[in-house]
T-cell receptor
Framework: KQEVTQIPAALSVPEGENLVLNCSFT??????LQWFRQDPGKGLTSLLL?????REQTSGRLNASLDKSSGRSTLYIAASQPGDSATYLC???????????FGKGTRLSVIA | DGGITQSPKYLFRKEGQNVTLSCEQN?????MYWYRQDPGQGLRLIYY???????QKGDIAEGYSVSREKKESFPLTVTSAQKNPTAFYLC??????????FGQGTRLTVV
């Protein structure tokens, strides 16, 4: 059974710092991986989607990489801002029709 | 605007009551999902539906029921058999990519 782990569980950084969030999964046979942002009491917002054939995806200050063979993905946030404070979740999909399996998330606080 | 609408935002349930959470999407997606989120835990899958009139149990289906009579709608009923229903419930749909999109959630509290 697929298991997704996110480390660290919580992270606090000063504004302007570059940071990396980690996601690992036990079964490397994935179809794609998705990173989400969740603000307190809100739903999930999709940040980046990486297909299994891709190595990375970029959107603005966000860059996500995927190393499928080692079962790892990282989310890089450049020049962090207080508005980046949220919980970040990663999730993997085994095939096109299967549901996502989620990690427990990393709670990020960016201090002004 | 295309998206997923969950209602109500807050819901209170008395002991022994059944309650229904609404999820509507206008994205024309075939697949829809219900997840439960508890503090300190990741999202856990309750039920999902790949197509109208078909649905499958997820990891924690006991005490819940669903229907999928229309493509746009996937309501979740929390029955009295669910002993610990207080949680944040999230509905999602899946695009052909596939990429998942989520609603804003319903917070259910037992009173």
């Amino acid at each position: 059974k697929q298991e997704v782990t996110q480390i660290p569980a919580a992270l606090s950084v000063p504004e302007g710092e570059n940071l990396v969030l980690n996601c690992s999964f036990t079964d490397s046979a994935i179809y794609n991986l998705q990173w989400f942002r969740q603000d307190p009491g809100k739903g999930l917002t999709s940040l980046l989607l990486i297909q299994s054939s891709q190595r990375e995806q970029t959107s603005g200050r966000l860059n996500a990489s995927l190393d499928k063979s080692s079962g790892r993905s990282t989310l890089y946030i450049a020049a962090s801002q207080p508005g980046d404070s949220a919980t970040y979740l990663c999730a993997v999909r085994r095939s096109g029709n299967t549901p996502l399996v989620f990690g427990k998330g990393t709670r990020l606080s960016v201090i002004a | 605007d295309g998206g997923i609408t969950q209602s109500p935002k807050y819901l209170f349930r008395k002991e022994g009551q059944n309650v229904t959470l609404s999820c509507e999407q206008n994205l024309n997606h075939d697949a829809m999902y219900w997840y439960r989120q508890d503090p300190g835990q990741g999202l856990r899958l309750i039920y999902y539906s790949q197509i109208v009139n078909d649905f499958q149990k997820g990891d924690i289906a006991e005490g819940y029921s669903v229907s999928r009579e229309k493509k746009e709608s996937f309501p979740l009923t929390v029955t009295s058999a669910q002993k610990n229903p207080t949680a944040f419930y999230l509905c999602a749909s899946r695009s052909p990519l596939p990429e998942a999109f989520f609603g804003q959630g319903t917070r259910l509290t037992v009173v």
